[in-house]
């Protein structure tokens, strides 16, 4: 009889489990090495990947569709605590708190959000979240 690996030309067609029982290491998982991409939440002490924010920000907004603000909010502080350069992030921020009537949180968040990129000045004036600030002062020296 042939050898069990050297059937089928030469193909191992036992399952990962037997391998391992076997001694063939190479039926493991590769041991995880750290990358390069990693970055550090101050604080917390955990290592994250960078793009981390933007599934943050990206949770924040399936939960702003689905009228779940307060998750949302969360989400949004999650996005920008990880990196907190992250424009859109405090856009969608100042858009839920504006939305809940929280304006001078709104107002921050959002002076904050064009600070880092300013073309969401232009995108806050027809955001229907920014409904509440349209007759506010401040607002509307903010977007010029």
């Known amino acids: 009889m042939v050898p069990f690996k050297e059937r089928r030309s030469g193909k191992d067609r036992r399952s990962g489990k037997d391998r391992r029982r ?18 550090e939440v101050s604080g917390a002490g955990v290592p994250l990947r960078k793009d981390l924010s933007l599934v943050w ?13 307060d998750d949302a909010r969360k989400a949004f502080k999650m996005a920008i605590q990880i990196k907190p350069l992250f424009g859109e992030g405090w856009y969608n921020l100042a858009s839920v708190d504006s939305y809940k009537g929280e ?8 002076r904050k959000a064009i600070e880092i990129e300013p073309g969401f000045r232009e995108k806050a004036k ?6 509440k600030l349209q007759d506010n002062e401040m607002f509307k020296k903010l977007l010029g």
């Open 126 to 131: 027809v955001n229907r979240y920014f409904k």
């Open 22 to 39: 076997a001694g063939d290491r190479s039926a493991m998982r590769p041991e995880v090495q750290p990358d390069e991409g990693l970055a």
């Open 103 to 110: 304006i001078e949180d709104a107002l921050s968040e959002l």
């Open 57 to 69: 920000n990206s949770k924040g907004k399936e939960l702003l569709r689905q009228n779940r603000y």
